[in-house]
């Protein structure tokens, strides 16, 4: 996979493009969704691009790990502990994925259907 991220995250990863951001260390940065589809819906995104998980391999194991435990303070954060939060990660333009540089979507604030649409 190329190493040059051409999408808009790569962009905001640059600083080329603005983001309301939340969260961000050496390897993840988490910011807010453009078009919220929940109260709070934030995405979290390695620094590395990786298209999705079909991209991503055995040494990125640790970094995915980085992800979640990102998402875990975020959630936190955003005060979500109560009431729970969903996390979605589109895998592919066919199930949703619009934007192929991977990232964890949180959203909460409101309740969820089961099985999700
Ligand atoms: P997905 O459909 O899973 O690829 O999700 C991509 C998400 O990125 C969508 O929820 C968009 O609303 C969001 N998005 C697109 N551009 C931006 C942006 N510039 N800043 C924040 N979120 C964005």
Do not use: C
Not at 8 to 25: L, N, S
Not at 52 to 67: I, R, S
């Amino acid at each position: 996979m190329a190493d040059k991220n051409d999408t808009i995250f790569g962009q905001i990863i640059r600083g080329e493009m603005p983001a309301d951001k939340v969260y961000e260390d050496d390897d993840v940065l988490a910011f807010k969704d453009i078009n919220p589809a929940a109260p709070v819906h934030i995405l979290v995104i390695p620094k590395k691009y990786i298209v999705n998980l079909f991209d991503a391999d055995e040494e990125d194991t640790e970094l995915l790990g980085k992800l979640l435990q990102a998402a875990r303070k975020v959630a936190i954060e955003q005060g979500l502990e109560d009431d729970g939060f969903r996390l979605v990660v589109n895998n592919g333009a066919g199930v949703g994925q619009t934007v192929h540089h991977i990232h964890l979507h949180i959203l909460g604030g409101r309740s969820f259907a089961w099985p999700p649409g």
